[in-house]
Each structure stands twice: as structure tokens, then as C-alpha cells.
């Protein structure tokens, strides 16, 4: 039997949303608040899915102490408490919650292949949030 | 095609325990969770079922009789149970939120004649659950 399992994570962190070839007028037409020259910050939650066959000797689909492990070592540790625009994942991409989305997912990819990646869902405000799936 | 989503929640207890692990391996991969005087949680399901809307009741599915239904199969089974001790499907498989899901799904698919099940989501912990899809 195939279950999706999802835990959820807690990283705090700032940003500015802002591009450097466009015009001051420009990034606040686009980016709003969000460009404001010395950024701002969210409580981001993070839903991590993974999914896979129930192992009848543990009833789990995966080890929930590792991918906890994994998810703080790769994600939390990572960003938690940073400037996500001063970090090499971020050099040349603007740290929007759907890149940020997209870049959590493809660390994990990598760095947790105990079940299958279904999704990251990543919250930035009570009010949105953004999926990442593979394609 | 319309989704319909019915919440309850329920309180039981648990451990986890594979009587053909050793202890150490038991602890190893059960944590504290394989403590055999057991502990507990307050669950949260989530029930999903699809279908078209009815056009003379506007409805997926009569929620009174879908309440009924997992009062019955559910709730009365399992509310303020110790899951191993006293729910069947747990006297030999081991009752983690993946297999709790899935027994779910099947006491429930048996009986809900009234529309088709879609989605069976049970929170162990507000930052813990899981989905079952009726998946092989």
C-alpha cells in the first residue's frame, strides 16, 4: 500500500525582492513593499510530502527521525535566521517563496532518498503559500 | 466532479512494537514510540469524497448519513481505544499513522455506499500527517 506521509517545519528569514537591472520605479511597481531597500521577514512553515510503499515490518513509509534529520541539516540549518539574498542559492535569482520553493525541493531530492519526494509547500504568511512538485 | 471534505477528531493510544525485532532494534527504530505502556494522541481525520452534485439536493453527499457513517466505523472504534488492544486490524500490524490511514480507508470503503471515497488525511500531531489515496 502507498501512503503520502507530510511533515511540517518552522524557518524564520529575510528577504528583499528586488532586481538590480531594473529601475527603482520599476522593482516597486513589481515587487511593492517587498523592495524596500533593507528587506523585511516571515515565519516560513514548511510541508515537506514524501510518499512511498508501507513497509509491513514498521508500518511507516519512511524513518520519520531521518527525515527530520535530513530536512534540518538541509533546510532549516540552511536557512533559518539568514538574509536568503546574501546566499549562493539565491546569487542571481530573486528570492521570491516560489524560487525558494523550487530550491528547497531540488535539495531534498538530493539529500533524502529514503521515499520519494512528492511536494514542498512553503508557506510565507498565514495568508499564502506556494507548491513545488517534479514535473 | 466536486470534493467534499468532513473533519473529526478522536484520542487514542498507542505503541509501536515488532514482536520479531529485538529490543534494541525496537528502540532503534520505534524511538520512544516503542515504550509498550504506550502513550497517546489526539488525532485529526479528514474524510474526502467525490462526485457530481446532485441537482436536486445540490449535494455531494448527504452529510448527515456521512456523519453517521464515520461515527460508526470510525469514531466509535476508535475514540479513547489503546489501538493495539482493542482495534483488530492492529493485533498484528503495527498502528503508525500510515497503517491507521489505511485502516481507515478500508472500514470506510466498505460502507460508504453514498459517494466515492477520495481521500483519507490523518494528522497525528499539527505538524505530522498522512494521506492514503486507496493506492496499492
Known amino acids: 500500500m502507498k501512503a503520502h506521509l507530510t511533515r511540517r517545519y518552522i524557518f524564520s528569514a529575510s528577504h528583499r525582492l528586488h532586481r538590480d537591472e531594473l529601475t527603482e520605479e520599476q522593482n516597486r511597481t513589481v515587487y511593492g513593499k517587498c523592495s524596500n531597500p533593507y528587506g523585511h521577514g516571515h515565519n516560513y512553515a514548511l510541508e515537506v510530502t514524501v510518499s512511498g510503499q508501507v513497509d509491513p515490518a514498521t508500518g511507516m513509509v519512511c524513518n520519520l527521525v531521518e527525515l527530520d534529520e535530513a530536512v534540518r541539516r538541509e533546510i532549516v540549518d540552511r536557512f533559518d535566521h539568514v538574509n536568503l539574498n546574501i546566499l549562493p542559492e539565491f546569487a542571481g535569482e530573486v528570492p521570491t517563496t516560489e524560487n525558494l520553493s523550487a530550491i528547497v525541493f531540488e535539495i531534498l531530492q538530493q539529500s533524502f532518498t529514503a521515499a520519494h519526494l512528492e511536494k514542498v509547500r512553503l508557506e510565507e504568511t498565514a495568508m499564502n503559500s506556494f507548491e513545488y512538485c517534479s514535473t | ?136
Not at chain 2, 92 to 119: S, V, Y
Request: net charge negative; with cysteine; charged share 30%.
Open chain 2, 1 to 136: 466532479m466536486v470534493y467534499l471534505t468532513r473533519k473529526c477528531e478522536f484520542s487514542a493510544s498507542h505503541y509501536y512494537h515488532n514482536p520479531e525485532f529485538t529490543e534494541e532494534e525496537n528502540r532503534r527504530v520505534f524511538g520512544k514510540c516503542a515504550n509498550l505502556n504506550g502513550h497517546g494522541h489526539n488525532y485529526t481525520l479528514e474524510v474526502t469524497v467525490k462526485g457530481a452534485v446532485d441537482p436536486r439536493t445540490g449535494f455531494v453527499v448527504d452529510l448527515k448519513e456521512l456523519k453517521e457513517i464515520l461515527n460508526r466505523e470510525v469514531i466509535d472504534a476508535l475514540d479513547h481505544r489503546h489501538l493495539n488492544k482493542e482495534v483488530p486490524e492492529f493485533a498484528k500490524q503495527i498502528p503508525t499513522t500510515e497503517n491507521l490511514a489505511i485502516a481507515i480507508w478500508n472500514r470506510l470503503e466498505k460502507q460508504l455506499h453514498i459517494a466515492k471515497l477520495h481521500r483519507v488525511r490523518v494528522y497525528e500531531l499539527p505538524d505530522l500527517f498522512v494521506d492514503f489515496y486507496g493506492e496499492a
